[in-house]
C-alpha cells in the first residue's frame, strides 16, 4: 500500500482498533483501550461523518459506552463479529458503530479500482469510442456486477418472461411442462 500511496501510519494504525481479535480479554485490563485511536479516526473522517449525518462529539462518549457494554454482554469478545455487535448495540452506540461501518469498508488495496479501468478498457474499444458516460457507466455495472454465467441459473429469468408482457406469450405453460421435456 505504501508503495503505491502516501500512507499515513498513523492513521493505519488507529484502525487496528476495528480488529476485534486485537481487543483485550477483559476491559479491566486496559481501561483507555483505543480511546486516542478513536479520537485520531473521528479527526480524520469528521467531514465523511458529518455529511452521514453523523456527529463526530458523540462518538468518543459512545465508543466508552460500547466498549462497557459489549464486555458486559459478550462473553468472548475477541471472538465476535461486527456483526453481532451491531445487532446486539447498534441501537445503543450507533454513532462509534458507523465510525466502525466506515473504516471496514475502506478498501485494503486499489485492486478493484484497477479491475474496473480494465474492464472500462475492454468495453470502451475503438468500436465504442463514442459511447455516452451514461451508458458506459451502465455496461460497466453489467459487466462488474453481475454474477458469472457459469454460476446463473436461468429459470426465474424464463419464467418471468413467459408470464409478463402485453399478452402471454405462452399462456399454458407453466415450470412442470419444461420438465417433461
Known amino acids: 500500500l505504501s508503495n503505491r500511496f502516501e500512507a499515513d501510519e498513523e492513521l493505519l494504525k488507529a484502525s487496528s482498533v476495528v480488529q476485534l481479535d486485537t481487543w483485550p480479554e477483559k476491559i479491566s485490563e486496559e481501561l483507555d483501550f483505543g480511546d486516542r485511536n478513536i479520537a485520531l ?12 449525518g453523523i456527529d463526530p462529539g458523540v462518538i468518543e462518549p459512545e465508543w466508552t459506552r460500547l466498549k462497557i457494554r459489549m464486555y458486559e454482554r459478550f462473553s468472548d469478545v475477541p471472538n465476535l463479529s461486527w456483526k453481532q ?15 466502525v461501518d466506515l473504516i471496514l469498508s475502506l478498501p485494503a488495496s486499489s485492486a478493484e479500482a484497477e479491475r474496473g479501468f480494465s474492464q472500462m478498457g475492454l468495453v470502451k474499444s475503438d468500436w465504442r469510442s463514442r459511447l455516452l458516460d451514461t451508458s458506459l457507466s451502465d455496461l460497466l455495472v453489467v459487466k462488474l456486477r453481475t454474477p458469472d454465467i457459469l454460476d446463473f ?14 399478452r402471454s406469450r405462452r399462456p399454458n405453460f407453466t415450470l412442470a411442462d419444461s420438465d417433461d421435456e
Open 85 to 99: 455487535v451491531n445487532e446486539g448495540l447498534g441501537n445503543r452506540c450507533p454513532n462509534v458503530l458507523a465510525l
Open 41 to 52: 479516526l473521528i479527526e480524520k473522517f469528521s467531514p465523511a461523518l458529518e455529511t452521514a
Open 153 to 166: 441459473d436461468p429459470t426465474e429469468a424464463v419464467a418471468l418472461w413467459l408470464s409478463d408482457g402485453m
